[in-house]
Structures are given as C-alpha cells and as structure tokens.
C-alpha cells in the first residue's frame, strides 16, 4: 500500500499477448507469490505489473457455513455486473495491506465476464464469499484497495488483534 501502481487503471491486456513467454511468466510469478503468502487471489498490480489480470484458487473451504470451491482461475480483462445490490460484510486482508483485516460490504450477487489464459470468453455467477473474493482482486484492476471500502475505521485492525477478539469470538 502506497505504491502508485496499486492505484492505477491496469491496462487492458492485447490477445496477442497470451501465448506469449512473458505473458506465461507472469502469470507463474503471480501464482509463486499468492502461494507464498498463502493468499487466495492475487492481482497484477500486487506484483508490480499494471495489467488487467487477476488469478483465484478456492479449494473447498468453508467460511461462515458456506462451502465454496473455485479451481485456479485466470481473469484477464474483466467485466463485472451486480446482479444484487444488496450488500454482505466479511472481513478482508491483502497482500498489499500485510497484517492487518478489515470489515467490508459488497453486493452480495455478481457475475463476471473475462477472459480466460486460453484467450476464452467465460461468464461467471457468484454468490457469497465467493462474490467478495471476486470483487476484491478486480478491484485490484482498476486502482481500489479494500480500505477503500471500510466504512467503519473501527473495524480495521491486525491481524494478531482479529484473531484475538474477532474471530475466538466467533468461534466460541
Ligand atoms: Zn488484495
């Protein structure tokens, strides 16, 4: 966080490009660094490349009750649609913002039309934590950070203190 490029507009990126060694390369390096800091999403910009490419891997995990499951996808040029306005709150972290959670609303239904590493067009529908997870590596894109979308700077907090207060409490 503070890093300008976090706060770009990516760029588009050209078709061409995809079969491309750099291309590949890039995307290797984003997944090494998601993996490295055993985050489930990790955009572009993260890794110091402003281009409009986002990756998610959801291996069954089970937050709030809510089983979700999303195999290593690659989101290229994406478009997102709210379906439901409505919003839902989970709490938030980033590789950007190491450390530290947030508490975040966002609508709670939306679907996404992108491009896969393929050069593929793909529609996805999701819902829930899923739909969170979505709308918080596209933001990524086009220059928003989750703190952004705080709307209560008291539920902003480290991670250490989340833990300790936030989610023991949940549990217990
Ligand atoms: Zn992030």
């Not at 993996?35 to 993260?46: D, L, N, V, Y």
């Not at 050069?119 to 220059?143: K, R, S, W």
Request: aromatic content about 8%; some cysteine.
């Amino acid at each position: 966080m503070g890093n300008p490029i976090l706060r770009l507009t990516a760029e588009k990126v050209v078709i061409s490009e995809l079969s491309t060694r750099g291309f590949k390369g890039l995307l290797e390096d984003m997944y090494e660094s998601m993996k490295e800091s055993h985050g489930i999403g990790i955009a572009a910009p993260q890794i110091g490349v402003s281009k409009q490419v986002a990756l998610i891997e959801l291996g069954s995990i089970n937050r709030y009750g809510e089983v979700i499951d999303l195999p290593l996808t690659t989101f290229i040029n994406p478009e997102i649609e709210i379906i439901d306005e409505t919003t839902q709150g989970f709490w938030e972290g980033c590789l950007s913002v190491p450390g530290m959670r947030g508490y975040v609303e966002r609508p709670r239904h939306i679907k996404v039309r992108f491009l896969n590493e393929k050069g593929e067009e793909q529609i996805l529908e999701a819902e829930g934590f899923l739909a969170t997870v979505i709308q918080h590596e596209l933001d990524h894109l086009f220059g928003t950070l989750y703190v952004d979308r705080i709307k209560d700077p008291k539920l902003f907090m480290f991670q250490e203190e989340f833990e300790k207060y936030i989610q023991q409490a949940a549990i217990d």
